[in-house]
Nanobody, 120 residues
Framework: VQLQASGGGLVQTGGSLRLSCAIS????????IGWFRQAPGKEREFVTA???????FNAEFVKSRFTISTDNAKDEAHLQMNSLQPEDTAVYYC???????????????WGQGTLVTVSS
């Protein structure tokens, strides 16, 4: 399985970005897909994820600002991020896991990451 993340960039405080994750080589149906982020000098942290049954799990800091979605026909996942703040600056990674969502980095497959920079 390969994941290709895209859509990062530079945005001003309060702005929006939409990240995409293209999935290829998947041969199983029961999986979760999620987004993590890693800011400079910090550990990778869970952002949001969706189970194969559509259940969504968010980190507390997401509140209602970020929305994860999937396009099963294209085998893609997306992360719509609104009301971005400087503390959201990080490399964002998409990840895929057999089974259900876990909030730790114990996921099976990772994309290469895409940088999101929010200027103040």
């Amino acid at each position: 399985v390969q994941l290709q993340a895209s859509g990062g960039g530079l945005v001003q405080t309060g702005g929006s970005l939409r990240l995409s994750c293209a999935i290829s080589g998947r041969t199983f149906d029961l999986y979760a897909i999620g987004w993590f982020r890693q800011a400079p000098g910090k550990e990778r942290e869970f952002v949001t994820a969706i189970n194969y049954n559509g259940a969504i799990f968010n980190a507390e800091f997401v509140k209602s600002r970020f929305t994860i979605s999937t396009d099963n026909a294209k085998d893609e996942a997306h992360l719509q991020m609104n009301s971005l703040q400087p503390e959201d600056t990080a490399v964002y990674y998409c990840a895929l896991r057999r089974g259900v969502v876990v909030r730790n980095p114990n996921w099976d497959f990772w994309g290469q990451g895409t940088l999101v920079t929010v200027s103040s």
